[in-house]
């Protein structure tokens, strides 16, 4: 009689399943080394161009390609990998999401199954780091058997990511909402607890380019405010659900600036899990109370909670930011956001209704009188500020400014330039260079002891628009627009122009507003300038048409990050 008992392959030969693995790995290696992220985006999302395709593919990277597969044990993984010109030496780690998936597509328990992911490195055209995302479904006996054979047809959980920069709930929601109207549907997603990472996936538009029919959106940290808001999506949500998740978003602003102000991020570690009673002396809070904002924070990503320890949590990236001796620290904004800002914006309405911003409304006087009377206060939105510094990162290369540093001595007049944050940078990039910054008179003290040595190379002014100086070569007016109406916009340009000699040129850095609908950060600022300062985010038509009444041309303008923009002007 003939045996029916299988016969296990010798050891070393590949199974025709190991074959048809090690093809699908070399495939997805070499397709992940070819790829530029604006290339792919376009294919990917079909009808993605222009201006929106750049700010997407500044707000997130090409990082892999994934696919599932199921050896045997790991050796036989070891090997298909290798043979597949991959690394066999990375570190397995569980798979919380795919395995939800896949337990919830077949009807089985997630205990049931085990699904882990290794990422093996390659590199992309430019040498990015990349990888090759490999789910494993190890040891299919069984009904994971079943599984196995099911999802090698269908390939289900094959897929392009790309990792979200600088994640945070605004950039989220507009990538989001980016990839629904460009014919992307939610497709489920999780928060991976192992690797404090939140993935969005989507099912890729029928026009789609490539050869792979779902895309993941990788941010690192706890974002699962967000994605519950994407997974509601994925199914007939009550509409009320939506607008209470909307509704309670003053509670998060709030949450925030209570930590900011305990110093809770000071206390906490990114590395180290502490538990609400062991962190409430030292911040000086009931434990009961702050753990129940410890868990505010963790859904908001600020902190995450340690797997398998109830209760206890570490920093995130993004809750490190609210420390105050940090670099880019946001603390000042958080307080103010939740301070004054947030009173104003009780005022929204009769905003609305009056024209009058609400600050004026609920402290008697405008936005800038206010702050100048309280030196704390002052001091605080100051320090607010800069936490946008990084949108000045290019600016030391913008070609006026590489242009006046070629030739020399020449000057750089930074209006109304707070304590001299961009113009420190240019100063210090370009030793050739000189610099005016015109401020009021509490701000200039704050700035000579700020800038420290490159004081020596600068000189202060303290006055008001009509006291611009007449004497520079580049003249900067950075984030000062937006605070003024269209009106004292002209008025603060004509200055601009009388004093500025006949080849000196004009940067303005501002949020330009979208021609569209399409979600921007710039939107929500005009919102909150229209109810703090009675000002408005513009789009560059209007920035041109302002600078035209003013007798000054607009040259162009090019993007900044913090979807930031720099205007380049000159006379006549």
């Known amino acids: 009689m003939t045996s029916t008992t299988p016969v296990a392959p010798a050891a070393g030969v590949p199974t025709p399943t190991a074959s048809a693995d090690v093809e699908r790995l070399r495939a997805a290696a070499a397709f992940v080394r070819e790829q530029e992220t604006s290339d792919l985006l376009a294919r990917v999302l079909p009808g993605l161009d222009g201006p929106e395709l750049r700010a997407t593919a500044e707000r997130c990277r090409f990082a892999h390609a994934a696919l599932l597969v199921s050896p045997p044990d790991e050796r036989v993984l070891r090997a298909e990998l290798a043979a597949a010109g991959l690394s066999p030496d990375g570190e397995a780690r569980p798979s919380v999401v795919v395995r939800e998936r896949l337990a919830a597509r077949h009807g089985l328990a997630a205990g049931e199954l085990d699904i882990r992911i290794v990422r093996p490195a390659v590199h992309g055209p430019g040498g990015e780091r990349r990888a090759v995302e490999v789910f494993v479904l190890?040891?299919?006996?069984?009904?994971?058997?079943?599984?196995?054979?099911?999802?090698?047809?269908?390939?289900?959980?094959?897929?392009?990511?790309?990792?979200?920069?600088?994640?945070?709930?605004?950039?989220?929601?507009?990538?989001?909402?980016?990839f629904l109207r460009y014919g992307a549907r939610p497709d489920g997603g999780g928060y991976n607890p192992h690797e404090d990472g939140t993935v969005f996936y989507f099912a890729a538009p029928e026009e789609t380019k490539t050869p792979y029919r779902r895309v993941e959106l990788y941010a690192r940290g706890d974002h699962r405010d967000v994605l519950a808001e994407h997974l509601m999506e994925r199914g007939a949500a009550h509409p009320a659900v939506t607008l209470l998740r909307l509704l309670t978003g003053a509670w998060t602003t709030q949450a925030l600036a209570a930590c900011a102000e305990l110093r809770l991020p000071e206390a906490m570690s990114p590395s180290i899990a502490r538990k609400a009673e062991e962190l409430a002396p030292v911040v000086g809070a009931r434990p009961e109370n702050l753990a129940t904002l410890l868990r505010h924070l963790a859904m908001s990503g600020v902190v995450a909670e340690a797997p398998g320890v109830g209760g206890a949590y570490r920093l995130t990236e993004a809750g490190l930011l609210l420390r105050e001796d940090v670099e880019g620290s946001v603390r000042a904004l958080a307080l103010m956001y939740g301070g004054p800002f947030y009173e104003s914006f009780g005022r929204l309405a009769h905003t609305?209704?009056?024209?009058?911003?609400?600050?004026?409304?609920?402290?008697?006087?405008?936005?800038?009188?206010?702050?100048?009377?309280?030196?704390?206060?002052?001091?605080?939105?100051?320090?607010?500020?800069?936490?946008?510094?990084?949108?000045?990162?290019?600016?030391?290369?913008?070609?006026?400014?590489?242009?006046?540093?070629?030739?020399?001595?020449?000057?750089?007049?930074?209006?109304?330039?707070?304590?001299?944050?961009?113009?420190?940078?240019?100063?210090?990039?370009?030793?050739?260079?000189?610099?005016?910054?015109?401020?009021?008179?509490?701000?200039?003290?704050?700035?000579?002891?700020?800038?420290?040595?490159?004081?020596?190379?600068?000189?202060?002014r303290t006055g008001d628009f009509a006291d611009v100086p007449s004497d520079g070569d580049v003249y900067v007016l950075s984030r000062v627009l937006h605070d003024w109406d269209d009106e004292r916009c002209r008025t603060i340009l004509r200055h601009c122009a009388a004093a500025m000699p006949p080849e000196a040129d004009?940067?303005?850095?501002?949020?330009?507003?979208?021609?569209?609908?399409?979600?921007?950060?710039?939107?929500?600022?005009?919102?909150?300038?229209?109810?703090n300062t009675g000002g408005r985010e513009r789009t560059a038509a209007a920035y041109a048409g302002l600078l035209a009444d003013a007798g000054l041309t607009l040259v162009g303008h090019s993007p900044l990050p913090l979807e930031a923009h720099v205007l380049h002007a000159r006379r006549g």
């Open 138 to 178: 190890t040891d299919p006996a069984g009904t994971a058997a079943a599984v196995a054979a099911e999802e090698r047809t269908a390939d289900r959980e094959a897929h392009l990511a790309f990792d979200v920069e600088r994640p945070d709930p605004l950039v989220l929601r507009g990538l989001r909402a980016g």
């Open 352 to 460: 609305v209704r009056t024209g009058q911003p609400g600050f004026e409304d609920r402290y008697g006087e405008n936005h800038f009188d206010h702050f100048a009377r309280d030196p704390e206060l002052a001091d605080r939105f100051d320090r607010s500020m800069t936490a946008s510094a990084p949108m000045f990162d290019p600016l030391p290369e913008h070609p006026v400014v590489t242009a006046a540093a070629a030739a020399g001595g020449r000057t750089v007049v930074d209006i109304a330039g707070g304590t001299g944050e961009l113009l420190g940078r240019l100063l210090t990039a370009h030793p050739a260079l000189r610099g005016v910054l015109l401020e009021r008179a509490h701000v200039v003290a704050a700035a000579r002891d700020r800038l420290g040595a490159l004081a020596d190379r600068c000189a202060f």
């Open 506 to 531: 004009l940067l303005i850095v501002e949020r330009l507003l979208p021609v569209d609908s399409a979600p921007s950060l710039a939107t929500a600022w005009d919102l909150h300038m229209m109810c």
